[in-house]
């Protein structure tokens, strides 16, 4: 059964990154701890399927102040074709130059961590974000696919991949193809970055929460309204301290 399939191979994919990525998930984790103890901004991006992750991150049940999506419509797909269209996206985020216009409305300082995710590794959008990140003393943190960046030669004109630019580089642990199950086709079907991906953003939620929690430091953070005991306006007390925090100026 194809299903028996994708969870085979999917398994196989997240105790890979169990068995070979958690030092460096630790490492990011203790990044981005020292960002936002410090009141500090831990910011994310991915474009394309890639902000996925990053819509898991922040504002989820379970995540907390300090985390800063970086969001653009025109970086994401909400159509098929069309204006919002998956073509329109793909040429946008391989163009050089626009992730640095982009870049323009956000406070990037140093102490801040960026993470961006991105499964190839190759196109210009996450890798100009990681390049201002870094020429600005952000610590840059990447997921992706190594094994990519191993068979695939830099399309950017820096010769740079996204892996190479990272201060700590997470391999999502994928295959190049992404596509995972095989049904007989000459195409495999059911990608593994997306599942790869949020399950690495999660694991830096926990450590991070974690690591926090172990120096004392309690961010606001969002929790169902249906646990007990949770206050009603819990969660909107959480929106006015992130942006108060968006908002407030830095030296």
Known sequence: MSAQKYYDQITRVLEKI???????????????????????????????????????IYPRYGSFVGFFPLYDPRLMWFNVVGPGGARELLWLERTEG???????????????????????????????VALEAKAKG???????????????????????????????????????????VDVGWKEK????????????????????????AARGVHPPTFVSPNVAGVEKDHNLRVFDAFTQKLFERRP
């Open 138 to 180: 952000l610590t840059v943190i990447s997921v992706s696919s190594h094994a990519n960046a191993t068979v695939t030669k830099a399309t950017h004109s820096t010769g740079k991949k996204l892996s190479d630019l990272a201060a700590i580089a997470i391999d999502n642990c994928v295959p190049p193809e992404d596509a995972l």
């Open 189 to 212: 079907v059911a990608a593994g970055s997306t599942m790869a991906a949020v399950f690495v953003s999660m694991a830096l939620v926990a450590e991070t929460g974690a690591r926090l």
């Open 18 to 56: 169990r068995s070979t990525q958690m030092e460096r998930i630790g490492k990011a984790a203790e990044a981005m701890v020292a960002a936002i103890a410090a009141g500090n901004r831990v910011y994310l991006f991915g474009s394309g399927h890639s902000v996925i992750p990053v819509q898991d």
């Open 98 to 128: 626009y992730a640095r216009v982009f870049l323009q409305s956000y406070a990037l300082d140093a102490g801040d961590c960026m993470l961006v995710f991105s499964h190839g590794g190759l196109n210009a959008a996450p890798i100009e």
